[in-house]
């Protein structure tokens, strides 16, 4: 073979294999989200990124941030990069929406947050506008307006920050720049130019988590991978799965998203006996999962939802979803096999920090996360990688909780160490697209060496 032909077959082959995929070869991110007042730091080398939550804002700018509680984290893991987030739902948008109103408005929080980010020592800001074009009356009954022109506002207001920080990383190290972004239906239409916003963060953090909630009047689970079998027409449209193939076939490359997963569950409570998944109840609460693994020491009952790929407990005519080891695993294969960019992390103090509420060690949630993706890298994808859902089930996978359960050891919690489910354990699968990569790489070298 003469050295011009092979030369033009390697560069043939190596644009055939890029043109679907190529490796990024950066770290899945593990975005761990710090609340000022929880206080509970997370252990270093378990995040890429900590967020300080929040900062707020006054007279238009940066506000109510005096130092950074990050930085000790910094020294026993260099690598690490320490951010600060400004909004939160307590936020509101009325500060949103006339900061974003005009090009001057946006000037003067855009000229003086990098001066804000240096002075205190942060590597990035993290947007966390609870929501650009909002219109709703919330359980407090608070009006939360934001016109729907901050939808395009919003879009400005990041590529301004985006070529702000770029030119003034050219004196010191590059600012990171993301967005935590509302996974309801009608919050992501109403707020996100999804296409035109992905060009400019570096990551978007979909928290893919309260999907439902005080809104809703039946038992459900807040953060389904899946939907349910109870669900039909538009109500399918709250669970993880059809966030991130929205956000994609709306325009966001996979490996800039990051799965939102909630180290906490929420509670609802039957109207009556008939206890279901699905069936009528009332919202109740926020249980951290310390609170929950208590609840399991009680002698509260824990059962799988296999359609969703996520556990509840019970007792009387309480129901908690929730996530644990073993669904958050799911979730981690399923974050690989889709190629997304990481997992944001909300948050790190309902995590149990201490180890005594789950006798699994400390942050068992958190070291599962660390544990799984430590040694993955991102793969960039210049098409969406297919839905990677589990085969349909036999019929009644969603069962109804009755007394009727004690009958069969079928219908018996399942030990959470389980991986029967679905997709499997977290490491089932896990390595694939690793290893299609290695056979990738060794096709091209047997070429290169022929």
Sequence with gaps: MSFKFHNLLLIVCMFILNDGVKSCDEPLRRVCYYTSW???????EHCTHVIHS?????????????????????????????????????????????MLKDESTRKKFVDHSVGFLRKFEFDGLDLDFEYPGINMTDNQNQNRFSPPEDKQRFTLLIKELREKFDAESASGSKLILSAAVGCRQPDIDN????????QYLDFINLMSYDLRGSMDEFASHHSPLYSGSYEEGEQKVFNQDWVVNYFISN?????KLNLGLAMYGKSFVWNSDARMIGGPAKFGDFVSYKQVCGYLNSKWKRVW????????????????GYDDPESIGIKLNYTVQRGLGGVLIWSVDQDDN?????????????????????????????????????????????????????KTSKFLPKDIRGSRYGL?????????????????SLIVSVIYLF
């Design 191 to 198: 707020g996100y130019e999804i296409e035109k916003i992905s």
């Design 305 to 320: 939802v296999d359609d969703q790929q996520v556990p509840f407990i019970f007792q009387g005519n309480v129901m908690v």
């Design 54 to 98: 929040f900062a707020t804002m006054e007279n238009g700018v940066l506000d109510g941030v005096w130092s950074n509680p990050l930085k000790e984290l910094k020294q026993k893991n260099a690598e690490l990069k320490l951010m600060v987030a400004v909004g939160g739902w307590g936020f509101g948008v009325t500060r949103m929406t006339e």
């Design 424 to 440: 499997g354990s977290s490491s089932d699968k896990l390595h694939q697209s690793r290893l299609i990569q290695l056979l990738i």
């Design 354 to 406: 201490t180890g005594y509420g789950c006798n699994n060690g400390k942050f068992p949630l958190m070291t599962k996360i660390y544990d799984t993706l430590k040694d993955q890298k991102t793969i960039c994808t210049t098409t969406p990688k297919p839905t990677t859902r589990a085969p349909e089930a036999a019929a009644n996978r969603t069962k109804m909780i009755t007394p009727a359960w004690k």
């Design 38 to 44: 929880g206080g509970v730091l997370p252990l270093p």
């Design 251 to 255: 325009g966001a490359p996979p490996e």
